[in-house]
């Protein structure tokens, strides 16, 4: 009787071996984490307040350079703008169960400044080039040490910035077409807790750390064509193509505990490199305008975004037991709809508004703490003030609901299993743009 308790403990031992390497091997598979990833319309500039209704056939500053190239035939003489902006994230989870207990993370969110540049060099009536610099993704989360999902996530970033440079040419009176070829520099940076106490004979021990961290830089293009079919009306549709990144980091992880030490040298998996391949979306954008008398006009957006493939994350890790896989996150392609007026209350002052609405990428089944991701809903409004013949100024604000982004999901014997919702998923963006045409 003693034996067979002897190997029956000796099984279940080794079982919880073996079940604590393929959780290593999946933390250190594991994909990029944030909590509330954004497609980001927002670069500062006068369209934030009407919620980028219209963006693609607006054409009237220089941010249009990076939009639709096509637009910059519309610009009679050369311009630069600058636009400074201000995200204000409040992010807040409500843990309903956790397996390892802890707090709700407190606030994941934070002040985040950004801004944009964007330049129209006028060559010819037909013939504009011009370029621009901002950023049109961005992600990013931080929660405090002991909250209930540390084992998913403590803290994640995947920032970026681009430039864009395009050439927009008038066929004819109605007709204006545009490209430009885009470099994003993107950088990631993910942290998460490693459950220690989990391990068998570790009972007790603080927490380790797991950490990654690189950059890269990916090639992509974007196209634009400009209708004006009768005056006060124009139709813009643009294209951006996706771009591919690679991030290859030697995964750091602090503070492990003996047996997970030993694991990882006996596996070889100590030291290994993990590569993550992403998928920035490709994009395609119909907008209108409509001039209504002098004082009104109307807008809006139709858009569709691949996140479909943005999903399908390719993993590897190079060590002396390889292992590469593709991970599944399900996600779907999104929709985008915006509406937006500018209303003349003087002939120098435009009071604008807006609203838009972008579908979730990932059903509530399938959601996870490291993609967090839900509808959004933005509502806008803003100032565009003419001070001169060469000089416009402009300030908006946009409030953007998130959704409360419900989760429900287990993840091996050293992460649990987490559930909640978003009590507050907001995001508070105010912009200040000035534009100055010579």
């Not at 309903?96 to 802890?102: I, K, S, Y």
């Not at 209350?345 to 967090?372: F, K, L, N, Y």
Request: hydrophobic share 40%; proline share 3%; net charge negative.
């Amino acid at each position: 009787m003693m034996r067979f308790d002897r190997r029956d403990r000796e099984a279940n031992w080794l079982k919880k071996v073996r079940v604590c390497l393929m959780t290593i091997v999946g933390i250190l598979m594991s994909s990029p984490v944030w909590g509330g990833g954004l497609w980001l319309y927002e670069l500062g500039t006068p369209d934030l307040g009407t919620a980028s209704a219209g963006r693609a056939a607006l054409a009237a500053d220089a941010s249009t350079a990076g939009v639709n190239p096509a637009g910059m035939t519309r610009l009679e003489r050369s311009q630069i703008l600058v636009a400074a902006q201000g995200f204000y994230i409040e992010s807040r989870f409500n843990v309903e169960t956790a397996t390892f207990g802890g707090g709700d993370g407190g606030n994941a969110g934070g002040f985040v400044p950004s801004g944009s540049l964007h330049y129209v060099l006028s060559i010819s009536p037909d013939w504009k080039v011009g370029i621009s610099a901002g950023s049109y993704l961005g992600l990013g989360v931080e929660y405090d040490n002991t909250w209930a999902g540390r084992y998913y996530t403590t803290e994640a970033e995947l920032l970026t910035y681009g430039v864009n440079p395009g050439v927009g040419y008038r066929v004819n009176e109605w007709l204006s077409l545009g490209v430009g070829f885009s470099v994003l520099h993107a950088q990631l940076d993910q942290k998460s807790a490693v459950n220690n106490s989990a391990v068998p004979f570790q009972a007790g021990l603080a927490d380790g750390e797991l950490r990654i961290e690189d950059d890269d830089t990916g090639l992509g293009y974007n196209l634009g064509v400009l209708l004006e079919p009768f005056q006060g009306l124009r139709v813009g549709l643009t294209y951006r193509s996706k771009v591919d990144l690679e991030f290859e980091d030697v995964a750091e992880l602090r503070n492990l505990g003996p047996v997970l030490q030993g694991l990882l040298n006996l596996t070889g998996l100590a030291g290994s490199s993990v590569d993550i391949d992403m998928t920035i979306p490709q994009a395609v954008m119909l907008s209108g305008y409509y001039q209504v008398n002098e004082r009104w006009a109307l807008m809006g957006n139709i858009g569709w975004q691949d996140w479909s493939e943005f999903g399908q994350i390719p993993v590897s890790i190079s060590s002396t037991t390889s292992a590469t896989v593709t991970q599944d996150r399900n996600f779907d392609d999104t929709w985008h709809f915006a509406l937006g007026a500018h209303y003349r209350v003087h002939p120098q002052w435009r009071v604008t508004a807006g609203i838009a609405h972008d579908t979730s990428p990932v059903s509530d089944e399938d959601r996870t703490v490291d993609m967090a991701l839900d509808r959004t809903w933005r509502y806008s409004a803003g100032l565009i003030w003419d001070y001169s013949k060469t000089l416009t100024l402009g300030f908006a604000y946009t409030f953007l609901d998130a959704g409360n982004a419900p989760i429900n999901q287990t993840r091996g014997p050293l992460a649990g299993t987490i559930s909640g919702e978003y009590s507050s998923n907001y995001v508070h963006i105010v912009g200040l743009s000035a534009s100055y045409r010579f």
